[in-house]
């Protein structure tokens, strides 16, 4: 480039008499999450015409990388899905669960597409499976020939509510929970709620804890329904077996997903380190990296929202009375109060130093306020932790009264 010459739009400035430039550009993003039941049913056409920005017609070619064990459920109806409408699927098979979410499975996914020979204008990669999954494929594609467009069909709840509908990628990396990752969203993501029937409960527990977390820090409401209905819910898969059980597991998804959507839209890159959807992420990834493979994402996650919860009521934000509905809730959705890492004080605080170094040197921990709202704070100290982990113990260990017993008193309200 000759100096002077300005090839984008930009500025020029002397500096101390030397040429400087600064190029400046936006870049839109703008992705899709179309609700469909029953994807690969044979009439269902969501996939080729569902999303504007990813057509897909008959005597096109896809790379599909699937979770494998997603593929012996549902694999047949896939490729005759996919047979059906014209469409030339390779289909490959990944085993995808926390333990393998390292670099080699991206590998494994960067050989897939190499060998497919993946026009990467013309020819999104699918990635249809839980978080770790979509997580793996999403962080390949992204960084295949400098990003590669892919979609998603989460197959969990975890991934319906959450690993599904944002923009990030991820795996592991040594002890260092989703350490490689990148900014990538999804052309498009497609949620059918039909796969949850054959998830464990224990997984859609686990996803469960994911929606309660927005219930805590946005919305009473969806807190108030996840407390009436969350554990016939939960015991029906989301399934919608009957017509009550179908509004309110509706109302449920949709809920924390639109949720999810308005907390991260604004905030896409995470330019802005005071996120309340970072609730429940504060000490979580080292207590579910520690535990692996004992933990479960959202077993860590809620674990640590009892602890903050005890935290907050020691502060007096959430009163006694809120802090039993909360746990209440917990068991009632199948999810952990309490696990014996939390026994280990250096390990909070250890977790703690590691969120303040990735929160670029405050701790800005989202803080519940009551029920339904939150606050960001910065003085959590280690004696804190130390006596909410005493609480905590107490409530888990039943020493203290459930909700039922006591008259509610109102905090942030
Ligand atoms: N990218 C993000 O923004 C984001 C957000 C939240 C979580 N995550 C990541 O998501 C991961 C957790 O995802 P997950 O909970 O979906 O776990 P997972 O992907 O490990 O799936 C859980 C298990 O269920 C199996 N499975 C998947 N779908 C099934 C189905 N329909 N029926 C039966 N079995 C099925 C899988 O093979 C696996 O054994 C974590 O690694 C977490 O870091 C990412």
């Not at 080729?48 to 699937?66: N, S």
């Amino acid at each position: 480039m000759r100096s002077g010459t300005v090839f984008t739009q930009g500025l020029r400035q002397a500096v101390g008499g030397s040429p400087f430039w600064t190029v400046e550009a936006v870049r839109q993003v703008r992705y899709h999450v179309v609700s469909s039941n029953g994807l690969f049913e044979p009439g269902n056409t969501a996939l080729l015409t569902g999303c504007p920005d990813a057509p897909l017609h008959p005597g096109d070619r896809r790379l599909v990388v699937i979770d494998q064990n997603v593929d012996a459920l549902y694999g047949g109806a896939m490729r005759a899905w996919f047979t059906a409408h014209g469409i030339d699927a390779t289909v490959v098979p990944l085993r995808a669960d926390e333990a393998v979410k390292q670099w080699d499975a991206v590998s494994r996914v960067v050989d897939a597409m190499n060998d497919f020979g993946i026009d990467r204008r013309r020819e999104p990669v699918l990635a249809v499976g839980g978080g770790v999954l979509t997580d793996v494929v999403g962080f390949a594609a992204s960084l295949y020939r400098r990003g590669t467009p892919y979609i998603r069909i989460p197959t969990t709840l975890i991934g319906l509510v959450d690993a599904g509908v944002g923009v990030k990628t991820g795996v592991n990396y040594e002890r260092g929970k989703n350490r490689l990752g990148t900014y990538a969203p999804a052309t498009a993501t497609f949620l059918d709620r039909s796969f949850l029937r054959s998830l464990s409960l224990r997984h859609i527990s686990n996803g469960l804890a994911e929606i309660l977390k927005m219930a805590l820090i946005r919305s009473e409401d969806l807190f108030v329904l996840l407390e009436s209905r969350g554990g016939a819910v939960r015991a029906d898969r989301l399934q919608g077996t009957t017509e009550d059980l179908s509004r309110a597991a509706d109302a449920i998804i949709a809920e924390s997903i639109h949720l999810m959507l308005e907390e991260l839209q604004p905030n896409l890159w995470e330019s802005a380190l005071e996120r309340c959807v970072d609730y429940g992420h504060t000490f979580s990834p080292t207590l579910e990296m520690h535990a692996l493979p004992e933990l479960l994402h959202g077993e860590a996650v809620v674990i640590d929202m009892a602890l903050t919860t005890a935290l907050a009521t020691l502060r007096g934000d959430v009163a006694e009375a809120q802090a039993r509905r909360i746990y209440d809730v917990i068991r009632a959705l199948g999810l952990p109060l309490w696990n014996d890492v939390l026994d280990d004080p250096a390990l909070l605080d250890d977790a703690l130093l590691d969120t303040v170094r990735h929160r670029d040197g405050q701790q800005r921990l989202p803080l519940p306020i009551g029920i339904g709202r939150h606050h960001f704070v910065n003085d959590v100290t280690p004696a804190e932790l130390r006596d909410a982990t005493r609480l905590l113990r107490d409530h888990a260990q039943g020493h203290i009264p459930s909700a039922g017993s006591l008259v509610p008193e109102q905090v942030g309200a």
